[in-house]
């Protein structure tokens, strides 16, 4: 006996979604329905459906979740520490970040075999009840007054930081050279380095292992400069260029083991230049927008990639992968002017706001 078919009125106020979202959805893949009537493009749903939207809502609830917070995650170090200090606060919290990454999803493995998604969802709560009781307790010495403006609508207060960013000498060039890596690496790791182990016969283990030598690449970094502090202005400012180093490595080397020379390569040249420049950043960032500085860091880290990745994607459907790790390289290369313009112009701390027309929302 067929299961009852659910309208896409009923089938959304079951799961609290609307039939706009449920429309989007299914045009994205990510949720299809059980049957579409081609006459008039009606959707229809089945109960066993349901489980399945449940975990979309609830994955599009954590992922916005994950964007309000990143703003806050990327400044808390600033709240505790400053100059020589920060950079190591901050080195060791990515090391953190990194490890918690790695043993993550394994240890989320182990409690779904051994309680299945009750106790994992549990333990997941319990850790985020611990976050929260830490956050009230303690007191950050660095602590800046709120940010001015409170209640203002959105848009003035992305008007404001926008007009500061662009009146404070060297946030622009930081924020290229954070364009620079994002259109490079991210693409590189994500979809370059999938196509060249098809092309070149790689096993699913050695892409695998290729991919993470930029993880272990970065760490080591990361956990030299928590250690010892940032590296100098002149080793740091070099890091796109040993990124495009091992990225020219993966454009005449086939080898697997090459492969990982090279990506490691890549690893080491991000984090010699972010380890430095990222710190210096959030503590020459004005006080009082902390929140909105890091917002534009955060744009600039995930944006650019989203035009990057499909226009990487043609170029190695036309010229092949090689050609577009040749690319990346002198993409990487030309980081490297940006990454040396924000030493040479530190960013200012005294910014006062640019007054923003309430009527437009426009600087004035």
Request: glycine letters at 12%; charged letters at 15%.
């Amino acid at each position: 006996m067929s299961e009852p078919l659910l309208t896409i009125g009923a089938f959304a106020r079951a799961v609290g979604l609307t039939p706009s979202a449920l429309r989007h959805y299914d045009e994205c893949g990510l949720l299809r329905p059980a049957e579409v009537d081609h006459a008039t493009g009606y959707r229809y749903y089945t109960p066993d459906l349901v489980r399945r939207a449940e975990l979309v809502v609830a994955a599009v609830l954590s992922g916005a979740a994950a964007a309000l917070r990143r703003p806050a995650d990327g400044v808390f170090p600033r709240l505790f520490a400053t100059g020589d200090d920060l950079t190591r606060a901050m080195a060791i919290t990515s090391l953190l970040m990194q490890c918690a990454r790695m043993i993550g999803p394994a240890a989320g493995g182990i409690l779904l075999a051994i309680g299945g998604l009750s106790l994992t969802s549990a333990v997941d709560a319990g850790t985020f009840a611990l976050v929260l009781g830490v956050l009230l307790i303690i007191r950050p010495p660095y602590e800046p007054d709120s940010e001015r403006g409170v209640g203002e609508p959105v848009h003035r207060h992305l008007a404001q930081g926008i007009a500061a960013a662009g009146r404070a000498r060297g946030v622009r060039a930081t924020l290229l050279a954070v364009v620079g890596l994002a259109v490079t690496v991210l693409p590189l790791i994500m979809l370059c380095l999938p196509v060249a182990g098809h092309d070149r016969g790689w096993s699913a283990h050695e892409t695998g292992m290729i991919a993470g030598a930029w993880l272990v690449g970065g760490i080591a970094v990361t956990a030299y400069v928590a250690k010892r502090g940032a590296p100098g202005r002149v080793v740091s400012a070099a890091g796109p260029g040993v990124a495009a180093a091992g990225t020219s490595m993966l454009a005449v080397t086939h080898g697997a083991t090459a492969a990982v020379c090279a990506v490691g390569l890549v690893g080491v040249g991000t984090s010699l230049l972010t380890t430095r420049l990222i710190p210096l950043f959030v503590d020459a960032s004005p006080p009082h927008m902390l929140a909105r500085f890091q917002s534009l860091l955060g744009i600039a880290q995930t944006g650019p990639v989203l035009l990057a990745t499909p226009t990487l994607g043609a170029a190695i459907s036309a010229w092949g992968v090689g050609t577009a790790f040749w690319l990346l390289a002198a993409i990487l290369g030309l980081t490297t002017f940006a990454a040396v313009a924000p030493e040479r112009a530190p960013v200012a701390t005294d910014l006062e706001p640019t007054p923003v027309s309430a009527d437009t929302g426009v600087p004035g």
